[in-house]
RNA sequence: UGACCUGUGGUGUAACUGGCAACACGUCUGACUCUGGAUCAGAAGAGUCCAGGUUCGAGCCCUGGCAGGUCAACCA
């Protein structure tokens, strides 16, 4: 399948600049460092297709790690989707699936070593006294009474820590850097603290657990990365992980951090905390729901992996802080659906319709183009019948001007069958439309019209006794709101679209959905794209509308 | 009254060591069509945050402003 050519961005500009320079024996070396803290969400792929994409690029290697330094967290369960998601994009870290727990025996190392350096110590105050004494970024901070204990007794205090001596909170171990640096990060930052919590992979065996200040850069620089590609809140840590660095470094080798914008999108919030509050509270059902951002919601919606590639490098990579309109990621779906999506004839909201004329008891089989996009895709056969069901919105009584669709005494065709004449339209006691009758033209067999006859609308349909009955979610989004998350005195769950999910029970489907399978994907001709959802059963296929078409005819409705 | 970062059509990105501001999405026309989809053709829309300066020439360089973002978790 093919993407579109890749955009240079200037993270590339600065690898092809180290490279002209020899840097690290040009060699090129990145990482996607997610925390396991929760799902992976469309912000962090564009992360993945930026780090993995610079590997491929440049003929270097891209490492997952985990950066699993706060157990209290952490789960398993969030390392395995993390995985699963990025396998799922197209991206493959081989054999470097790391953990920043993988490096916590020389972490502890490095913290003595400091210590030992005069270059750490233990601080016995509570975290509200050490963070006053942190100055504020306009004052400088001062120096804890601590700051000059003697290394035997940061040695003594940091074993004793480690063993489990003491209470949580009761001691920190604090690299001794610049109290009166313009830095925040730079004020003797806290870089171990006591935490007796079960550790998702290393188990109880830790008492104190490094910052992920003290482990980012450290596991980089153990990783051999060249390249530590984040996103721009981190680039006042920068001063902080280069300074670790040059207590470490032992050759010329040394990572180079990069920071770019994290994505922003329309109608969406991006964050973990609020993604994880949706889930917690039940506003939405799980991680994987549809209208989430979340890279499973997506896969689930029936985004497919190109798609979000694609989305991925048209946005691009800079360091300003822009908010993307999600219809560029609809348009993406859209692009890759036409090309590659089953199309399939499906009535959500029915309409019975007889064909009078149509003998009783009898049926036929259609050709119909299976994707008119790719013709190798071939063709399948259509049930037809006397009653068929088409879709509410494309019959009108009294039809306004430039409604081109079905209406007493008008002839339209029926898609890959024949053309037919509205004769009588049936109501029930309240004046609702329950039936139309309507005659056929034999000779237009297939939806061609032999004397060269014109009609101005192509339906859909099904046939009534052939139809496969099955639920449809439509999907909105999420939020009314074009940044939920950016309003200060306003929550972001005050703006969530009470309209985001609409389920349709009463759908009627060609029977060639049968054979579908959890994720395929489908064009439902003049609706739009959808999926079969896990929540399929034998009797009641599920299907998630990913996107709907175009529709130039909706648009012009609503301007009025 | 600090440090760091960022300012290019509505949105997102381009513009090689200065050389007529380009592309995509969106919007609007029209053509074509057995999907009011797709496709094709075309249009509108910025003079690059502001003010100076250097230069034959500045979105790119210099100076000074202005605006926005980030940083004060024993989170990442």
């Given at each position: 399948?093919?993407e579109?050519p890749?955009?240079?961005?200037?993270?590339?500009?600065?690898?092809?600049?180290?490279?002209?320079q020899?840097?690290?024996?040009e060699?090129?070396?990145?990482?996607?460092?997610?925390?396991?803290?929760?799902?992976?969400?469309?912000?962090?792929?564009k992360?993945?297709?930026?780090?993995?994409?610079?590997?491929?690029?440049?003929?270097?290697?891209?490492?997952?790690?985990?950066?699993?330094?706060?157990?209290?967290?952490?789960e398993?369960?969030?390392?395995?989707?993390?995985?699963?998601?990025?396998?799922?994009?197209?991206?493959?870290?081989?054999?470097?699936?790391?953990?920043a727990s993988?490096?916590?025996e020389?972490?502890?190392?490095?913290?003595?070593?400091?210590?030992?350096?005069?270059?750490?110590?233990?601080d016995?105050?509570?975290?509200?006294?050490?963070s006053?004494?942190?100055?504020?970024p306009?004052?400088?901070?001062?120096?804890?009474?601590?700051r000059?204990?003697?290394?035997?007794?940061?040695?003594?205090?940091?074993?004793?820590?480690?063993?489990?001596e003491?209470?949580?909170?009761?001691?920190?171990?604090?690299?001794k850097?610049?109290?009166?640096?313009?830095?925040?990060?730079?004020?003797?930052?806290?870089?171990?603290?006591?935490?007796k919590?079960?550790?998702?992979?290393?188990?109880?065996?830790?008492?104190?657990?490094?910052?992920?200040?003290?482990?980012?850069?450290?596991?980089d620089?153990?990783?051999?990365?060249?390249?530590?590609?984040?996103?721009?809140?981190f680039?006042?840590?920068?001063?902080?992980?280069?300074?670790?660095?040059?207590?470490?470094?032992?050759?010329?080798y040394?990572?180079?951090?990069?920071?770019?914008?994290r994505?922003?999108?329309?109608?969406?919030?991006?964050?973990?905390r609020?993604?994880?509050?949706?889930?917690?509270?039940?506003?939405?059902?799980?991680?994987?729901?549809?209208?989430?951002?979340?890279i499973?919601?997506?896969?689930?919606?029936?985004?497919?992996?190109?798609?979000?590639?694609?989305?991925?490098?048209?946005?691009?990579?800079?360091?300003?802080?822009?908010?993307?309109?999600?219809?560029?990621?609809?348009?993406?779906?859209?692009?890759?659906?036409?090309?590659?999506?089953?199309r399939?004839?499906?009535?959500?909201?029915p309409?019975?319709?007889?064909?009078?004329?149509?003998?009783?008891?009898?049926?036929?089989?259609?050709?119909?183009?299976?994707?008119?996009?790719?013709?190798?895709?071939g063709t399948?056969?259509?049930?037809f019948?006397?009653e068929?069901?088409?879709?509410?919105?494309?019959?009108?009584?009294?039809?306004?001007?430039?409604?081109?669709?079905?209406?007493?005494g008008r002839?339209?065709?029926?898609?890959?069958?024949?053309?037919?004449?509205?004769?009588?339209?049936?109501?029930?006691?309240?004046?609702?439309?329950?039936?139309?009758?309507?005659?056929?033209?034999?000779v237009?067999?297939?939806?061609?019209?032999?004397?060269?006859?014109?009609?101005?609308?192509?339906?859909?349909?099904?046939?009534?006794?052939?139809?496969?009955?099955?639920?449809?979610?439509?999907?909105?989004?999420?939020?009314?709101?074009?940044?939920?998350?950016?309003?200060?005195?306003?929550?972001?769950?005050?703006?969530?679209?009470?309209?985001?999910?609409?389920?349709?029970?009463?759908?009627?489907?060609?029977?060639?959905v049968?054979?579908?399978?959890?994720l395929?994907?489908?064009?439902?001709?003049?609706l739009g794209?959808?999926?079969?959802?896990?929540?399929?059963?034998?009797?009641?296929?599920?299907?998630?509308?990913?996107?709907?078409?175009?529709?130039?005819?909706?648009?012009?409705?609503?301007?009025?």
């Open positions: 399948m093919k579109q890749k955009k240079v961005n200037f993270i590339h500009l600065q690898i092809d600049e180290d490279l002209k020899g840097k690290n024996n060699r090129v070396h990145t990482r996607f460092p997610p925390e396991p803290n929760g799902y992976l969400h469309i912000g962090h792929a992360s993945i297709c930026l780090n993995f994409g610079i590997a491929k690029k440049y003929g270097g290697k891209c490492n997952l790690r985990f950066d699993d330094t706060n157990p209290s967290k952490e398993t369960e969030y390392v395995e989707s993390i995985q699963e998601d990025v396998r799922w994009l197209g991206f493959d870290w081989e054999d470097r699936l790391f953990y993988d490096y916590f020389k972490l502890h190392g490095f913290a003595i070593q400091l210590i030992k350096e005069g270059k750490a110590y233990v016995d105050q509570n975290s509200e006294t050490i006053n004494q942190k100055g504020t306009t004052r400088p901070g001062t120096e804890s009474p601590f000059d204990r003697s290394i035997e007794e940061n040695l003594d205090l940091f074993m004793r820590m480690t063993a489990g003491f209470d949580e909170g009761s001691k920190v171990l604090r690299a850097i610049n109290m009166a640096s313009p830095n925040m990060h730079m004020r003797d930052p806290i870089i171990y603290r006591i935490m919590a079960h550790h998702h992979r290393t188990g109880d065996k830790w008492k104190v657990y490094p910052m992920y200040d003290f482990a980012h850069g450290q596991s620089y153990w990783e051999g990365i060249t390249h530590s590609i984040c996103t721009l809140e680039e006042v840590h920068r001063p902080l992980y280069d300074w670790f660095v040059d207590q470490l470094q032992d050759s010329d040394r990572p180079r951090q990069i920071e770019f914008a994505l922003n999108l329309t109608y969406t919030v991006m964050s973990k609020k993604l994880l509050e949706l889930v917690k509270d039940k506003h939405v059902n799980g991680w994987d729901d549809p209208r989430m951002p979340t499973s919601g997506f896969r689930r919606r029936g985004y497919t992996p190109e798609s979000i590639r694609n989305f991925s490098d048209r946005i691009g990579v800079t360091k300003v802080d822009g908010m993307i309109d999600v219809s560029l990621l609809e348009y993406s779906v859209r692009e890759h659906l036409n090309r590659t999506a089953q399939v004839m499906g009535v959500l909201n309409l019975k319709v007889v064909i009078t004329n149509y003998p009783e008891n009898e049926s036929e089989e259609l050709e119909a183009i299976n994707n008119p996009e790719d013709p190798g895709m399948r056969k259509v049930p019948s006397r068929l069901y088409i879709e509410r919105d494309d019959f009108m009584e009294e039809p306004p001007r430039k409604f081109f669709r079905l209406a007493p002839e339209v065709r029926l898609r890959y069958a024949y053309f037919v004449t509205c004769t009588k339209v049936i109501k029930d006691e309240n004046g609702e439309i329950v039936e139309l009758h309507c005659t056929y033209d034999p237009s067999k297939g939806g061609n019209s032999p004397d060269g006859r014109k009609v101005k609308a192509t339906l859909h349909w099904v046939s009534a006794i052939h139809a496969v009955r099955s639920e449809v979610r439509l999907y909105d989004r999420l939020f009314s709101d074009e940044d939920p998350g950016g309003h200060k005195d306003v929550d972001f769950k005050d703006f969530m679209n009470p309209d985001s999910l609409k389920v349709l029970n009463e759908c009627y489907l060609e029977p060639f049968r054979e579908s399978k959890p395929d994907h489908f064009q439902f001709e003049r794209y959808f999926n079969l959802d896990y929540d399929s059963t034998t009797e009641l296929p599920v299907f998630n509308r990913t996107v709907p078409l175009r529709d130039s005819w909706a648009r012009a409705q609503n301007k009025k």
